[in-house]
T-cell receptor, first 111, second 109 residues
Framework: EPEVTQTPSHQVTQMGQEVILRCVPI?????FYWYRQILGQKVEFLVSFYNNEISEKSEIFDDQFSVERPDGSNFTLKIRSTKLEDSAMYFCASRAGIQAFFGQGTRLTVV | GNSVTQMEGPVTLSEEAFLTINCTYTATGYPSLFWYVQYPGEGLQLLLK?????DKGSNKGFEATYRKETTSFHLEKGSVQVSDSAVYFCALTGGALIFGKGTTLSVSS
């Protein structure tokens, strides 16, 4: 069964450093998303991406965040200068129709 | 904007008990509605969905009916198992998926 894959599964970084979280969506999907979940809290929408551009973004997705689809398969989330409060699980999702498929997540720990 | 409100957890039940997790929504237009489940240490999995009013989604013994008149999509299961222990998220989409806060279910034997 096709699946969304995310790497790494866990990343530890120092405050102020840049991180890139990687996702490989399901191959024939056209819509891509990033969500985050701070420990024990709700799943929050960050950004959606369609046709090589951002189609929607939340208030959380400020200038420190960016997304890119550098080739035909990868979809990345970059945080330019990480803060302690960026520590969370980050989930990538993709969809073709109504149903979104989620990756297993990347746990980002900012120290 | 669109939003989802779920009942606060945690919900603690004994095996074979009846489960209801309430979910109401606010949306413009006619969103699709979903329940996702997150088992400990794992990602989000789609549990069931409904795309229009009066649709009933069902999977693994769980059911939810899209009620437009009450803007609700309550999750039910007649007899829970220990393996159902997880966090359950109600969600809607008219574009991006918007999630409720999640309800933790703990089932003991």
């Amino acid at each position: 069964e096709p699946e969304v894959t995310q790497t790494p599964s866990h990343q530890v970084t120092q405050m102020g450093q840049e991180v890139i979280l990687r996702c490989v969506p399901i191959s024939n999907h056209l819509y891509f998303y990033w969500y985050r979940q701070i420990l024990g809290q709700k799943v929050e929408f960050l950004v959606s991406f369609y046709n090589n551009e951002i189609s929607e973004k939340s208030e959380i997705f400020d200038d420190q965040f960016s997304v890119e689809r550098p080739d035909g398969s990868n979809f990345t989330l970059k945080i330019r200068s990480t803060k302690l409060e960026d520590s969370a699980m980050y989930f990538c999702a993709s969809r073709a129709g109504i149903q979104a498929f989620f990756g297993q997540g990347t746990r980002l720990t900012v120290v | 904007g669109n939003s989802v409100t779920q009942m606060e957890g945690p919900v603690t039940l004994s095996e074979e008990a009846f489960l209801t997790i309430n979910c109401t929504y606010t949306a413009t237009g006619y969103p699709s509605l979903f329940w996702y489940v997150q088992y400990p240490g794992e990602g989000l999995q789609l549990l069931l969905k409904a795309t229009k009013a009066d649709d009933k989604g069902s999977n693994k013994g769980f059911e939810a009916t899209y009620r437009k008149e009450t803007t609700s999509f309550h999750l039910e299961k007649g007899s829970v198992q220990v393996s159902d222990s997880a966090v359950y998220f109600c969600a809607l989409t008219g574009g991006a998926l918007i999630f409720g806060k999640g309800t933790t279910l703990s089932v003991s034997s």
